[in-house]
């Protein structure tokens, strides 16, 4: 009864109101920022603060669920039985930093394996992207249609700057065949591009907080996702995903070289 | 008389305004979508449709002025003495199109060859970003501060997506120096982030329509503007344009190998 699909979701839209408003306020503050493994990896005083409260409430309204996050406060999780929360506090963290604006906050659950709800906030914007394949998706309180399944040829792409830059699995040739490239340097903002029809597919390098969310309403939506050597996602490690509609999943395989 | 800046700065204003929630209204309509030069070259009835509307209410108020503009409704400007108009209707296209948001309108006036106002559009956010050295900068009513003189390290960055992916003039390099690497495909938009601070450098192959605008507004902010061999900007050819903090230009020009 606690795991109903859509307590889960006006839980987790009502979590991210609260942690959006706090951020927005932050943004105008200055910020304290330390360094992880480099300097383009940044780590704020922000996502600490937002993850800790984000953990705490979880565990508050769902004592029986486990929690894979990013900053360290979550926990050991070795298998996706039972309930599991992925948390990504702060999703662009550059550009949370560098322009105040296009980062987002996601949250996704899961049972057994399965996925639920996602919910990813575009913070400034204050959209809440929301919801899963049993109650529909959602925008705000707005129910939104599944995006058209559209071809490359259609469409604009979004790859992660390395991987576009150093042509890695031979990607520019799938950019190429496209509308055009896009580069907004966050996940969340993008599956938001993604489930409107602003972008046609996205391929990163993704952690299992990156892509938690998304995923559930990407797949929710009729859209495909894969990594890369088209082989389930796997939840409980980091992999280059390509996510997009069906038809451009389709052809992005055919044309990347992943060995 | 009727070339004084105030004056001039809010002619163009509320021209943009008239534009914007014209080009709102189009935005969610239907659009046929002819072919310039290839696919990725778009012009629609609406870049024709707004240009006829932004010459014609020119021409109205500045019988005297000549206009270099986009889609071929303007004049032919052999020189750049007295006051010439520069023109781009919809900038970004392939994002009014595909995405229906991230498009600008853009209009730069130029008095015997110096930059007087310049005036941009963000249409779907209704923000315009408008004014020059003498009268200073805003965006709609509100007077905005330069942005800070901030270092490659510092700051995010802008280049075409042809010229990143194919490593142009070695721009891969400046690029990896940067915080981070952004598309968001549209000129009018990129100069609004760096008016704000939100991306550091643009370098991009730019005809006049595309820089004129956010050439006087960069300027007067205290940016830099250059073409690629470091000589100065000609506002009556296309060329290779790179624009940003005074500090990045500087070292970008020390990187990119020109030659």
């Not at 839980?11 to 360094?35: A, H, M, P, W, Y």
């Not at 930093?97 to 949250?107: C, L, P, Q, Y």
């Not at 639920?116 to 959209?127: H, K, T």
């Not at 790859?159 to 065949?177: D, E, G, R, T, Y």
Request: aromatic letters at 8%.
């Amino acid at each position: 009864m606690r795991e109903d699909s859509k307590e889960i979701d006006a839980f987790l839209v009502s979590l991210l109101r609260t942690v959006g408003e706090s951020l927005r306020g932050d943004s105008i503050k200055k910020k304290s920022v330390g360094t992880k493994k480099n300097r383009n990896d940044l780590v704020t005083n922000f996502d600490k603060k937002t993850e800790k409260f984000i953990n705490s409430e979880i565990k508050k309204n769902y004592p029986q669920a486990t929690i894979v996050s990013e900053e360290g406060y979550g926990d050991k999780v070795q298998d996706m039985s039972g309930l599991v929360f992925f948390v990504d506090p702060i999703d662009g963290t550059m550009n949370f930093v560098k322009r105040r604006d296009d980062f987002a906050s996601m949250i996704g659950a899961y049972i057994d394996g399965k996925p639920l709800i996602g919910a990813i906030i575009n913070v400034m914007d204050n959209e809440i992207y929301h919801g899963g394949k049993e109650i529909g998706l959602f925008i705000n309180d707005k129910k939104i249609d599944n995006p058209k399944d559209l071809s490359l040829i259609e469409g604009l792409v979004d790859v992660s700057a390395p991987m576009a830059l150093a042509n890695k699995f031979n990607v520019q040739s799938v950019i190429k065949k496209s509308s055009g490239f896009r580069v907004y340097g966050s996940a969340g903002i993008i599956f938001g591009h993604l489930l409107t029809g602003k972008e046609v597919m996205y391929m990163s390098y993704l952690a299992p907080w990156d892509l938690a969310a998304g995923r559930v309403m990407c797949e929710a939506a009729g859209m495909s996702i894969v990594s890369i050597d088209d082989s389930p996602i796997n939840m409980l490690e980091s992999q280059v995903v390509i996510v997009g509609t069906q038809k451009v999943v389709s052809e992005a395989l055919k044309t990347l070289k992943t060995r």
